[in-house]
C-alpha cells in the first residue's frame, strides 16, 4: 500500500519509525535546490502560470479585463512621460539664453500691477493703501464739488483743479483717488501711501485732505481709532507754527467754509467767487437735506474720553475706568519739565552728541515708568510721551517714542496707527510738497 505525504512536509519535526514509515517527506536536498532555482528563475506572470497548468484557471473575463487596463495604463503613462518631456524641452527652449530671475520679477510685477488695477476699481483701494475708510460726508463733499464746474467741462480732475485755481487749495489723499490719480500713477511701496501729504508734525490719528498750495497749512479727518467713519472732527495744523493742532469742524462741508474765510486771502477779483461758492454750499446741503455733525456736539462728546492733552494740544483718547483708575495715569514729570528736558537740545554748549546723551539720561527714568505703566494696563501712559517725543520734532528721539508708540497701540488694538507711525518716522520731511507722486518719478 503506497504510503500518503505527510501534510506538515519538510516542516515536519517527528522523528518516530512508525509515523516515518506511514508517511513520506521530501528530501531536504530536494527541496534547498528547488528554492534556489526559484530565486533564480525569472519572474513569471499570470499568462505564463496559466498555460502550465500549475495554479487553478481564474476567471477568464476578470483576466481579460485587467490584462486591458494594465495596457491602458501603460499607455496612459508612457503619453505623460512624453508630453512632459516636451514641455520641459519647450520651457528650457523658451529661457536659453535668458535671465530666468528676470523673467519671473517681470511676471510677478504683471501680477501685482493686475492686482492694483482690480484695487483702484473700487474705494477699497483708500482702506488697502491709507489703512482708514471715509466718513460719509467725505463722498457728499466730492459729489458737492463737482457741480462747480460746468458740465461741458467737467471730468475726474476738472473739480479738483477749480478749486486749486480758484482758492488755491489742493485736495488731497483720498481725493486724488476719487479723481483718478492714483489710476494711471507709478506704483509704491507700502509706506509712501502712508506718507502721502503727511506734514512733519502730523500725528497717526490724523489724515490729511486740505492743503493750501504752497504752504504748511492743512486741514483733515481726526480718528482717535482706526475704524471710525462716523462723525469725525476735522482738525488744522500750520505745520511752520509747530505742533498745534486746532479743531475747526464737525464735517468737511464746515472745514471748507472755515478754509474760505479764514485762510483763503481773496481779492477783488475772487470775492464774488467766494461769495457764490459759500451760496452754492448752502444751496447743497438744503436741497439734498443733509444733517451734519456740527462741531461743538462731537467735540463735547469726545472731551469726556481724553484722558491727556498732549503737545498737539487735541488729547489723547483711550478706554479709561474712572472708577478703577485703569487705562491711565500721569506722566511722572509735568509738560513744563518735559519741554525743560527736550530744551537741552537747544543749547549751544552742548555739541549734538553730548546734548543727545544728556537728553536720553533724563528721559530714561520717565520713559521705564510709562513702560511700567503699559503692564499694568495704564496704556493712555506710553501714548502720551510716545506722542509728545514725536511732537518734539527730534529725530533722534524717534527710537524711544517708537519703543513707546508700538507697545501702547498694540495694546490698544491700534495696529493700523502703528504702521502709518513706523512709515512717518521713516523717512521725516519738512518739505511742503509731500505728495508721493513727486517721490516716484
Known amino acids: 500500500m503506497p504510503k500518503e505525504d505527510c501534510k506538515y512536509g519538510v516542516k515536519c519535526y517527528q522523528r518516530n519509525e512508525a509515523h516515518l514509515a506511514k508517511y513520506n517527506h521530501p528530501d531536504k536536498t530536494d527541496v534547498r535546490q528547488e528554492d534556489k532555482a526559484v530565486k533564480l528563475a525569472p519572474k513569471r506572470n499570470a499568462s505564463s502560470a496559466e498555460e502550465k497548468g500549475s495554479e487553478p484557471k481564474p476567471n477568464t473575463s476578470n483576466s481579460s479585463a485587467d490584462s486591458q487596463n494594465m495596457e491602458s495604463h501603460g499607455e ?3 503619453t505623460y512621460e512624453s508630453e512632459t518631456a516636451v514641455l520641459h524641452r ?17 511676471r510677478i510685477r504683471y501680477s501685482v500691477q493686475q492686482e492694483y488695477d482690480t484695487l483702484c476699481e473700487s474705494n477699497e483701494f483708500i482702506r488697502h493703501k491709507f489703512l482708514v475708510e471715509m466718513p460719509p460726508d467725505f463722498y457728499e463733499f466730492w459729489k458737492f464739488i463737482n457741480t462747480l464746474v460746468p458740465d461741458t467741462s467737467r471730468s475726474n480732475r476738472s473739480a479738483v483743479e477749480h478749486l486749486e485755481t480758484v482758492f488755491q487749495l489742493q485736495l488731497v489723499g483720498p481725493f486724488e483717488f476719487l479723481s483718478g490719480t492714483f489710476h494711471q500713477a507709478k506704483m509704491g511701496e507700502p509706506g509712501d501711501y502712508l506718507r502721502h501729504w503727511r506734514f512733519y508734525y502730523d500725528p497717526p490719528e490724523f489724515q490729511t485732505v486740505f492743503v493750501r498750495r504752497g504752504t504748511g497749512v492743512h486741514y483733515g479727518y481726526w480718528r ?16 511752520a507754527s509747530g505742533c498745534e493742532f486746532q479743531f475747526v469742524s464737525g464735517n468737511i462741508f464746515d472745514a471748507f ?6 485762510d483763503f486771502v481773496s481779492t477783488p477779483f475772487t470775492a464774488s467767487k467766494v461769495t457764490a ?18 462741531l461743538d456736539r462731537l467735540q463735547r462728546e469726545r472731551n469726556k474720553s481724553v484722558v491727556a ?17 485703569l487705562g491711565y495715569r500721569p506722566l511722572s514729570v509735568s509738560d513744563a519739565e518735559l519741554k525743560k528736558i527736550l530744551a537741552l537740545f537747544e543749547r549751544k554748549d552742548l555739541g549734538d552728541g553730548l546734548a543727545k546723551q544728556a537728553v536720553l539720561e533724563k528721559l530714561q527714568p520717565v520713559a521705564n515708568a510709562a513702560i511700567i505703566a503699559v503692564d499694568e494696563s495704564d496704556f493712555g501712559t506710553a501714548l502720551e510721551l510716545g506722542i509728545d517725543l514725536f511732537c518734539s520734532g527730534h529725530k533722534e528721539l524717534h527710537m524711544l517714542a517708537s519703543s513707546l508708540i508700538v507697545p501702547a497701540y498694540s495694546m490698544l488694538k491700534r495696529p493700523q496707527f502703528i504702521a502709518i507711525a513706523k512709515a512717518h518716522m521713516e523717512s521725516r520731511s519738512r518739505d511742503l510738497d509731500l505728495s508721493m507722486f513727486d517721490v516716484l518719478k
Open 224 to 239: 482717535d481709532v482706526p475704524q471710525d467713519k462716523e462723525n469725525l472732527l476735522i482738525a488744522r495744523n500750520d505745520m
Open 309 to 325: 492733552k498732549a503737545f498737539h494740544r487735541a488729547g489723547i483718547v483711550v478706554p479709561f475706568d474712572r472708577k478703577t483708575q
Open 76 to 78: 496612459a503613462k508612457g
Open 277 to 294: 461758492t459759500k451760496k452754492a454750499v448752502k444751496n447743497y446741503l438744503a436741497e439734498n437735506s443733509l444733517e451734519l455733525a456740527q
Open 257 to 262: 467754509l472755515f478754509y474760505l474765510e479764514h
Open 90 to 106: 519647450e520651457a528650457m527652449s523658451n529661457i536659453s539664453g535668458k535671465n530666468y530671475m528676470e523673467i519671473m520679477e517681470k
